[in-house]
C-alpha cells in the first residue's frame, strides 16, 4: 500500500481548512495512493487512521506544512516516534519550514528529507517517489 500523510502544524488562532487542492490533485494523478489530511487539532480517531496507515503501507510521503517556523505539535506529537522510526520506504517533506522537527528528522540519516517551495514541486515529488 502506498500512502501519503499531509499534516497541517497550525499556530495560535490559524483556522482549520477543510479542502486542500494539492491532495485532489494527488488523489485524481495517484488513485492507488491512500491520502490523509490531518492537523496539530485532529481528534484521536484520526491519529488512530493515521497511525495504521504508517504501519500498513508499504512507501510513505508524509509532507509536514507548517504555517510558522516554531508551530506546535499538537495532538500530532503521537505521531512522530511511528514517523521517525519507520523501517519502511519513507520520504519527509516539508513545505515552510519547522526548525525543531526538520532537526529530528535530519538526525535520522535513514529517512530522506526534502524541503518544497511550491504546489508544482510537491506534484513533481510525489509521482517520482511513486513510480
Known amino acids: 500500500m502506498k500512502a501519503l500523510l499531509y499534516i497541517r502544524l497550525l499556530s495560535k488562532g490559524e483556522t482549520i481548512a477543510y479542502s486542500n487542492p494539492v491532495l485532489d490533485q494527488v488523489k485524481q494523478q495517484l488513485p492507488d495512493v491512500a491520502v490523509l489530511d490531518l492537523d496539530s487539532r485532529s481528534d484521536q480517531l484520526v491519529l488512530h487512521y493515521a497511525r495504521q496507515l504508517l504501519k500498513e503501507a508499504s512507501q510513505t510521503i508524509v509532507c509536514i506544512d507548517s504555517t510558522t517556523p516554531d508551530a506546535g505539535f499538537g ?6 516516534e ?4 519507520s523501517e519502511k520506504k519513507q520520504l519527509i517533506l ?3 519550514s519547522h526548525h525543531r522537527l526538520q532537526r529530528m528528522v535530519q538526525a535520522r540519516q535513514e ?10 514541486e510537491l506534484l ?5 517517489f511513486y513510480s
Open 82 to 85: 511511528p514517523m521517525l522510526e
Open 94 to 96: 516539508f513545505r515552510n
Open 75 to 80: 495532538s500530532i506529537f503521537s505521531l512522530l
Open 124 to 128: 513533481q515529488v510525489v509521482g517520482q
Open 111 to 120: 529517512l530522506q528529507l526534502k524541503m518544497m517551495q511550491d504546489d508544482v
